[in-house]
């Protein structure tokens, strides 16, 4: 059971996926994290940038563009299979039992974003956890126009493939003692990645609360 937790704290800290998993890893992790339902606990945005930070300094033996291509593609491919799966279940995922690796509200939280965003939630939602993980599900479920969200798809993945993994290699290349300083950069990233997510939380509890007399 200790070995479990530890490899399950293994797999949500990006220096242990970096520096045990590599590069394989890597692009296992930001695959499930786009599409397989259980991924949304994985570090989507602060990966890439860690990655694109520890591949400036030579930390990941690979060359910045095969990073950021392979990066893309398992984002494209993550997607694609949440759209099947959610394709394939249908409506009966919003009744399926919430379990440690699945919370029916998650989807929900996908729908709503959805109904507010149209086509672009599976852009804009890159950029956001849980919303990532679950928005192509969702696009599957109402069987969103197979070459729409292939469009969306690309797009949203070579957005934030781009910009975190570029904006964690340029700042690598210019402050190369940033690497001393990983900790810090993990919790920086960890905070600007959850506090929208949160106050979209709370803004929903808000209106389903009502005003107070």
Not at 66 to 71: G, H
Not at 121 to 127: D, E, P, S, V
Not at 146 to 158: E, M, P, R
Request: hydrophobic residues 50%; proline residues 4%.
């Amino acid at each position: 059971m200790e070995n479990f937790w530890e490899h399950l704290q293994n797999l949500t800290d990006a220096q242990s996926i970096l520096s045990k998993g590599g590069f394989c890893l890597l692009l296992i992790v930001v695959f499930a994290e786009t599409g397989l339902f259980f991924g949304f606990f994985l570090p989507g945005d602060y990966l890439l940038f860690m990655a694109g930070l520890l591949c400036s300094s030579g930390m990941i033996d690979v060359s910045p563009v095969i990073l950021v291509l392979s990066l893309i593609v398992a984002g494209v491919l993550g997607n694609y299979t949440g759209y099947w799966f959610g394709y394939r279940t249908g409506p009966v995922l919003f009744s399926r039992n919430d379990s440690f690796f699945f919370k029916k509200r998650y989807i929900v939280i996908a729908e709503e974003f959805y109904a507010k965003h149209g086509g672009m939630a599976l852009i804009l939602g890159r950029f956001f956890p849980i919303i990532r993980t679950f928005a192509p599900i969702f696009a599957g479920v109402v069987k969103v126009d197979f070459k729409k969200f292939t469009l969306y798809n690309l797009v949203g993945s070579i957005a934030w493939v781009c910009i975190f993994t570029l904006s964690g290699f340029f700042l690598g290349r210019r402050y190369p003692q940033i690497k001393d300083y990983l900790e810090y950069v993990v919790l920086g990233m960890i905070l600007l990645t959850t506090i929208p997510l949160l106050i979209a939380l709370f803004k929903k509890r808000v209106v389903k609360s009502g005003p107070i007399n």
